[in-house]
């Protein structure tokens, strides 16, 4: 009995050996696209009421557990049952992730030149707030939702020649520090006003450390802004990315140039072509 129990402890020993040389592997295979995760996920994450920054912080976060909830199982399952349909999966939301990065391009472009346009824009964003507020956390889980895909089928890949039980466990453990790692930090982004002030109150406005609070609060709305662009730039190249390795056409018949440039240009151009399909659906539909 007792060598039975010990010998099981040996199994359980074994498998977190296995689990977290995995991990270590599938954490550094990851790496860039939770670095493109961020960009976006901060990027969603902002241009909120400071009141509401961590409440809605909070909503996407949730709906992101859930997601990979929904996905790591899903996934493991096709994988062993119809690995070729990941690849189709994969490539629909490159096109979602697409639309938006292009809409994101056109949305400025056209608000740039139209000024007056701005001004409206703002008066029925303060007469629907509320409404304005759930679209965009919904927007941010479904991104959120196209963006754990490719995490966890990354993620996945680098253990494909371990037992079951170990891809389980190894995916999981990169889908729920992926949502720790990317939210956390997202938070610590959207408060850097918050511990500015504090820094200030504590040192009484004098010194380094008012100095370092007086940054942080002065450089909160140039992050903000950068992340807004670095986001939209995340968008087209993880979509790009994912149709040049995942169609094989794509793949073989690129012209010999860096792959950031060629993944931009696929963004772009699948984009475009969506934003176009979409925009002539509308008008169909809106005609009926």
């Known amino acids: 009995m007792a060598s039975g129990i010990f010998a099981i402890l040996d199994d359980i020993a074994a498998l977190m050996d296995d689990v977290a040389v995995t991990s270590k592997v599938a954490a550094s295979k990851t790496a860039g696209i939770l670095g493109d995760d961020l960009a976006v996920n901060a990027e969603k994450a902002t241009g909120f009421l400071s009141s509401r920054e961590i409440p809605v912080l909070w909503a996407i976060t949730k709906g992101s557990f859930i997601n990979k909830l929904i996905i790591v199982p899903i996934v493991l399952v096709l994988n062993h049952f119809l690995p070729e349909v990941i690849k189709y999966i994969l490539i629909l939301g490159g096109f979602y992730l697409a639309f938006e990065g292009v809409e994101k391009i056109l949305h400025y472009v056209l608000h740039s030149s139209k000024k007056g346009h701005e001004v409206i824009e703002k008066h029925e964003e303060e007469e629907n707030k509320s409404v304005s507020e759930k679209a965009k956390v919904k927007s941010a889980i479904i991104t959120d939702f196209i963006l754990s895909i490719e995490i966890v089928i990354i993620a996945l890949s680098t253990v494909l020649n371990e037992p079951m039980l170990t891809q389980a466990i190894t995916v999981a453990i990169i889908a729920i520090l992926a949502t720790i790692g990317v939210y956390g930090i997202v938070a610590l982004i959207v408060r850097m006003d918050d511990a500015g002030y504090k820094l200030i109150n504590v040192s009484k406005n004098k010194g380094m450390i008012s100095k370092l609070g007086h940054l942080l609060v002065k450089a909160l709305p140039y992050v903000i802004k950068s992340l807004g662009v670095i986001g939209t730039i995340a968008l087209v190249l993880v979509s790009g990315g994912i149709f040049v390795h995942n169609i094989d056409y794509i793949h073989h018949h690129l012209p010999n140039i860096p792959s950031i440039i060629s ?20 008008k169909v539909l809106g005609k009926k």
């Open 263 to 282: 993944e931009a240009m696929i963004g772009l151009i699948a984009g475009t072509v969506a934003v176009a399909i979409i925009n002539l659906t509308k």
